[in-house]
């Protein structure tokens, strides 16, 4: 017979030791409890948990859950001292898994596709209505709300104008602009991908006769198309609403070109024609090309407005 001590018992699992008042109060009262003896293990109903030993004896102290007994251990509730220490012995299964990680080669991870997104038409014949565009992150849309107050300052400019949306995107400016009354828009996107988009929703608003996609780089073809016009072409005096809203970090890596845009714009634009340039609130204003520009700034955006001087009828 193999019977664990209580000394050793209480220094093992860190109980307290029963009082001499309750060993006392134990033998006293007998039949404060019933016993049952079923085989080897013996139960008791009521008072405190008897220890389970081979011969089946009771005794009046706590269950420390184990006792070997015939090769092997004797099942209670209460976790024994033995399996607590087998457990605390081995490993956590997240910290082998962690380290198993660290030794092995990180693999790549996959490239996230993007979701197509979709944006609101604020205000004009079409309001409410939804642009949706391919949500890639190389597309930074205009906010709502800067758009909102952009076509706040424009106000009837837009009206019979041809909006020229140069970095087009999602295409929200150029429906913006057909929506409050703009008679065209061409629309000047690199992307093959969010040019598909682009035609995909004018179908789906139906002005399709109103916009026009033009896929290839911004410079090139802005440059065809804020220019002077060709001798044979017909002379076409509608006001344009100049649309120039790149990405940030063209306006430091290729500052020139985008001033050389601008000045076309400036230069052939026909009275009453408006130039809004888009650019980050921390953007030094003086790397735009002189003129009386008006500022103004909501959040992290800066929008930069400015109407092409005419003296004598002429354009200066």
Request: positive net charge; glycine residues 10%.
């Amino acid at each position: 017979m193999v019977v664990v001590t209580k000394e050793k018992r209480d220094v093992v699992s860190g109980r307290p030791p029963p009082t001499q008042q309750s060993r006392k109060g134990h033998e006293a009262d007998p039949t404060g409890s019933k016993s049952s003896e079923t085989g080897s293990e013996t139960r008791r109903v009521g008072g405190e948990i008897p220890t389970v030993t081979e011969r089946g004896s009771l005794r009046g102290e706590p269950d420390f859950g184990f006792v070997p007994s015939a090769g092997r251990i004797a099942k209670c509730k209460t976790p024994g001292i033995i399996s607590q220490m087998s457990r605390s012995k081995k490993m956590p299964r997240s910290r082998r898994r962690g380290e198993d990680a660290a030794e092995l080669p990180s693999k790549p991870s996959k490239p996230t596709k993007s979701r197509p997104q979709k944006l609101r038409i604020i205000g004009g014949s079409m309001r409410g209505r939804t642009v949706v565009y391919h949500g890639g992150t190389f597309t930074r849309p205009m906010r709502d709300s800067v758009r909102e107050n952009l076509f706040n300052l424009v106000g009837m400019a837009v009206r019979g104008a041809v909006a020229i949306d140069l970095f087009a995107g999602t295409g929200a400016l150029s429906f913006e602009s057909l929506s409050r009354g703009a008679s065209r828009a061409i629309a000047i996107e690199k992307s093959r991908h969010a040019a598909g988009f682009l035609k995909s929703t004018a179908e789906t608003l139906g002005v399709t006769n109103q916009l026009t996609v033009l896929n290839g780089d911004a410079f090139r073809l802005g440059a065809g198309v804020l220019g002077p016009a060709s001798p044979n072409a017909p002379l076409d005096d509608t006001p344009r609403l100049v649309l120039l809203c790149p990405p940030y970090a063209m306006w430091d890596s290729m500052n020139e070109q985008l001033r050389v845009l601008i000045r076309l714009a400036m230069e052939h634009s026909p009275p009453g024609s408006l130039i809004v340039a888009e650019t980050d609130k921390h953007f030094d204003e003086s790397r735009l090309p002189p003129g009386d520009w008006d500022h103004r700034v909501y959040g992290g955006t800066r929008l930069s407005l400015i109407e092409p001087l005419i003296q004598c009828g002429l354009r200066s």
